[in-house]
Structures are given as C-alpha cells and as structure tokens.
C-alpha cells in the first residue's frame, strides 16, 4: 500500500507549510457544498478540511478534549452613543407610518466572526506559536525544534510541543536552527563543498586519533621498561642540574625584585603623604604604576633579562616624571599654543583634505568587510550563505496580533490569547466563517 502524499494535489488539504504546492492548493480552496450533500456531509466535510490545517499534528481525541464552546471576542461599545440614547428611538415612530432620515441613519456595525474562533485553543500550543512567529516553515518542523531541545519558555528548555502557553510568556528558539528553517536550500556546488570539508575534518579526525593513540602506547611501553632506580637517579641528578643553572641571572632577578618592591614603597608614601597630597589625576597615574609593577612582578621570571631590565627603567622614569610634574600657569601660554592658533596656511588645508578623502576609503573599506563577515559563505552550514529567504515565503510571512516577535534574538512573547472583533478573526484560516461554523457543530454535537 502506497503511503499519501503530505501535499496531495487530487484531493485538495490545506497544511501548515510554506511549501509550494500547498500555496497551489490554496489556490484551489472551495467552499463545502450545501446543495447536494446532507447536513451531517457538510459537517464532516468542514471538519475534515479545517482539520488538515489547524493542529493535523496531533490525534483528534487529543483535538476533542482541547475544543471548548466558550469564543473569546471582543464588543466595541461607544461611551457617548450609551450616555446620549437609552436605546428609545429604534422603536419611534413604529407602526405609524413614519420614515427615518436617511441621514441620521447610523452604519451598521460589522459582524464579529465568533465561528472563525473554532482553533482558538490550538493556537496557544508551542508548536503552534513558533510556526505563527515565523520561526519555522512548517508546524512539523516546528514540534521537531521543540523535541530536539531547540526551544526555550521564559529561559527554560521545553522539550513538550504541546505545552499551552499563558499570556506573557516568552518562548524563544536557536537562531542557527531559524536561519535553516527559513534560509534557501544549499547550491549543488556548496553541498558538495560542504561535503570534502567534512571528509578532511574526518581525516584530520582519524589522524589525530591516531596519533595520540601510538603516543600513549609508547609512553606505556617506555614505563613499563623503565628501571625501579629511575626515581633514585633522577633524584640525584637533580642537585647536579640546578648546581650548573646561571646564578647570576637568578640574582640579577632576585634583585629586581627588590628593586620593583622598593617602587611600591616609594608610590605608598608618596600617595600617604597628608601635608601635600597629590590630586585626583596624579593619583590615578601612581594607581596605574603600581598595577604594571605587580604584573611585571607576576611574570618577572619568565620574561628575558632584556625585556626585564627595560620594563624597570621604563617604571622608574614613569614614577620620577609623575612624582615631579607640576601643572603650567592658566596666564602664561607656551610657543606651541600660539603657533597652533596660527591661521592655517594652504599646505595645511590641503593636507587636512587629504586626510578627510583617506578617512573616507578606511571607513568605506571597513564597512565592506564587515558586509562580508556578515554575509561570508560558510560550506559547513546547512543553509545556503550568504542568507537568503526561502523561496515562496513571502505569502505566508505575517505574524498575527496576539505575538510581539523579534527577530533578531529569535524570540517571542506570547501577549494574550486570541480574540475576535467586528470583521476580524485574530486566528489566522484560510476557510470561510461559515465553513469554521459547520466545524463547530460537528465538534458542539460530540460534547
């Protein structure tokens, strides 16, 4: 017996996907027919067709014990009209032969779809609200996210696709996972790309396995045949080795030490000296010696003798500088401020514009790289890069009122449940109200 196609084009179902034949199926949507079949026909017939796009990812048992008769809407109600009329002058003039004005008639109100509310509860299901917020191309694919620990509901891992969310929730799902789910498929040149970049990751794999293996069988084979007295002699060759260590490198940084200690004594005093204390700057200047003192202290043995002996000079011209420095008078000004008030001459607005256009071609070179970090082309991906939108997308690419979605973090918050208003059902369906009102009699009748 050969399985049904998911998107059968011989008999017409409307699914939850953003595939293409499902967009030509929905092309092809007719309403239930009432001439010629029975109410009980037309019932079925409505339920069947609704049910292949509302929730046909879980059992119908499952469906009949979600359905609830209660439709949540939403009455618009005008303050002023209820505060002016007590509602008197729909009965003037009955009877009487009296005509109405035409135009003190008031527009009718549009009707509230209440039947379009049937799935109501099938759109709190996690599932069903991460397809709603476009964060995957089918609810199939949906409910997979959610199995394979991809989901989250307020910063927790929810592996159930059936969890009913509550208003204020906010659920949220790994953006590599989105960017697959939306994203274009991969170029037959990028898979096979793709393909040789995972052989040599696997080759590289096995080799360093196998490296590390023969290593580990060698170190074993050389303790094995290694003497008991290795131990004693290692012992005794120990004093030997550090006997013919330079010593007088050692002390050369033994006393540098002492000398870099000597810097932080002289730092402490000069910072603890209450008759002329330093300002708020000279302070934050000796802070920061005695904080590139301790870490030179910290790498004072691994460092050379040159780079050591440099770093000390350079500590100790820093500390006489900043121990000696006096702030200049406001009143006298120095040559190098006047000649820098000086008019600027032509070579130097040449030079300024000169280095304006260089500016330019940096930022504008910056900015393209950053395009193509952004947009780079990864093999290794399961999507094609750079990103694209996956075809056919658009026509299904709304989210309803009762999400807040951002799309850049993936995440979503659940606001409240879905109402109904004058001539707007919050649940989105491609089927006609009176098509939803069948549906609801044939699930009002099994309660």
């Known amino acids: 017996m050969t399985r049904k196609r998911f998107h059968g084009l011989k008999r017409v179902k409307f699914r939850m996907t953003w595939n293409k034949y499902n967009l030509y199926n929905l092309s092809r949507l007719t309403p239930t027919k009432k001439g010629v079949s029975t109410f009980f026909q037309q019932k079925w017939a409505s339920k069947s067709a609704t049910r292949a796009y509302h929730g ?14 209660r439709l949540n809407a939403v009455i618009p109600m005008d303050y002023k009209y209820l505060a002016e009329h007590d509602g ?23 009707q509230i779809p209440y039947m379009a509310m049937t799935y109501a509860p099938m759109e709190r299901r996690l599932d069903v609200a991460i397809f709603r917020a476009l964060f995957a191309s089918s609810v199939r694919q949906a409910r997979q996210f959610v199995t394979h620990g991809n989901a989250k509901v307020n910063g927790k891992k929810m592996p159930y696709p059936g969890y009913l969310l509550n208003p204020g929730d906010m659920f949220q799902v790994e953006p590599e996972r989105v960017l697959f789910a939306t994203g274009k498929e991969k170029p037959q040149s990028q898979i096979a790309e793709g393909r040789d970049l995972r052989k040599k990751k696997r080759a590289i794999n096995v080799r360093r396995h196998e490296t590390r293996k023969a290593a580990r069988g060698a170190a074993a084979k050389k303790a094995a045949n290694k003497p008991a007295t290795a131990k004693a002699e290692k012992q005794s060759t120990m004093p030997q ?79 006489s500088t900043t121990s000696g420095n006096h702030k200049p008078s406001p009143k006298k000004r120095s040559t190098s401020e006047s000649e820098s008030t000086a008019p600027p001459t032509d070579e130097s607005s040449s030079l300024a514009s000169a280095e304006k256009k260089m500016e330019k071609k940096v930022q504008k070179a910056r900015n393209s790289l950053m395009i193509k970090r952004q947009n780079q082309v990864d093999e290794s991906k399961p999507y094609a890069t750079p990103w694209q939108p996956r075809d056919y997308m ?14 850049k973090i993936c995440s979503a918050v659940y606001l409240r449940h879905p109402v109904a208003r004058p001539g707007y059902g919050e649940v989105p369906t491609p089927f006609h109200p009176d098509q939803s009102q069948l549906a609801f009699n044939w699930y009002l009748r099994r309660r």
């Open 56 to 69: 046909e990812q879980i059992r119908e048992k499952q469906w009949q014990r979600m359905f609830t008769s």
């Open 88 to 110: 008197s002058e729909f009965a003037a003039g009955r009877g009487s032969g009296k005509d109405q004005d035409p135009s003190h008639r008031q527009r009718q109100p549009q």
């Open 241 to 319: 080795k550090l006997a013919g260590e330079d010593l007088f490198e050692l002390e050369i940084r033994k006393q540098r030490r002492a000398d870099m200690q000597e810097l932080i004594k002289q730092v402490t005093s000069i910072m603890d000296n209450k008759k002329s204390a330093p300002g708020a700057k000279k302070k934050q200047e000796l802070r920061a010696i005695v904080k590139d003192i301790r870490s030179t202290m910290a790498s004072i043995k691994r460092k050379p003798l040159d780079e050591l002996e440099a770093s000390v000079a350079d500590l100790v011209s820093r500390l």
């Open 394 to 407: 658009s026509a299904f690419a709304f989210i309803p009122r009762y999400l807040e979605v951002n799309q």
